[in-house]
């Protein structure tokens, strides 16, 4: 039976992707993830990679629900913060992030959708694709539903991650939400919970193999009998 990965607040849950060449210094970049928050109010880090405060690249929910990505500059960062299509705690949600460091600001941008709605572009309270060199991230670890040093944690549950090489579109990012599955440009591609607390596969074919961290098995996402 496939599961899901359960984070909890206040812990070191998380699940360590390693640091290969196909993760590393992504730009363009699209993370998308199914998530089951239980708690909102806290910033949430959903997958992330990041070298201390010199580099980031990152998906999240922050303190008022709302999804948004970031991707650290040297000068300005990279953001985009919805300002609506708020997620409320459990729900099932598909939120995703796509980002670039060149071109208008309008190539930074999120998406949500849940089990009813397809996914939609919210209107932000922040979209701006920042200024000065993108910063490196070669030596961080991707990490799913926390920081690799804790703290700001997913507090709920992760069904299944995925990342992109590339922008994905709106249409592309709602066919990947009912059918979540290995697309063009996909780096690492994560179904948590399917090797129960064990390794986690990465079904991209890059090796990007998931080490868990004390995380827990919860029930999986019901996308019914497509998914896969």
């Known amino acids: 039976k496939i599961m899901a990965l359960n984070f909890l607040s206040g812990s070191n849950d998380l699940v360590n992707c390693g640091s290969r060449t196909s993760l590393d210094n992504l730009d363009p970049v699209t993370y998308i993830a199914w998530v089951f928050p239980t708690a909102i109010g806290a910033d949430q880090h959903v997958i992330q990679k990041a070298l201390g405060a010199g580099g980031l ?15 650290d500059r ?7 913060i919805s300002n609506s299509s708020t997620l409320t705690a459990y729900k099932w949600y598909c939120i995703c992030t796509t980002m670039i460091s060149t071109g208008a600001d309008s190539a930074q941008k999120v998406f949500v959708g849940s089990l009813t709605e397809s996914m939609v572009e919210p209107t932000y309270s ?23 040093t804790g703290g700001l944690p997913m507090v709920g549950r992760i069904a299944v991650a995925a990342i992109f090489n590339r922008q994905l579109s709106l249409g592309e990012a ?3 939400q009912f059918r979540p ?6 780096v690492g591609f994560w179904q948590l919970g399917f090797n129960g607390t064990g390794n986690q596969p990465d079904l991209s074919g890059n090796g990007n193999v998931g080490v868990v961290t004390t995380a827990t098995v919860a029930p999986h996402v019901p996308l019914g009998p497509s998914f896969g």
Do not use: E, P
């Not at 040297?74 to 985009?80: E, K, L, S």
């Not at 922040?126 to 690799?148: F, H, K, P």
């Open 57 to 71: 690249r990152l998906l999240g929910i922050n303190t008022s629900g709302n999804a948004y990505g970031q991707l």
């Open 74 to 80: 040297a000068t300005t960062d990279i953001q985009a």
């Open 126 to 148: 922040t979209q701006t694709a920042g200024s000065g060199a993108v910063n490196a991230d070669a030596t961080a670890n991707l990490i799913l539903g926390n920081r690799s």
């Open 174 to 176: 709602r066919s990947w």
């Open 181 to 186: 599955r290995k697309m063009t440009g996909c």
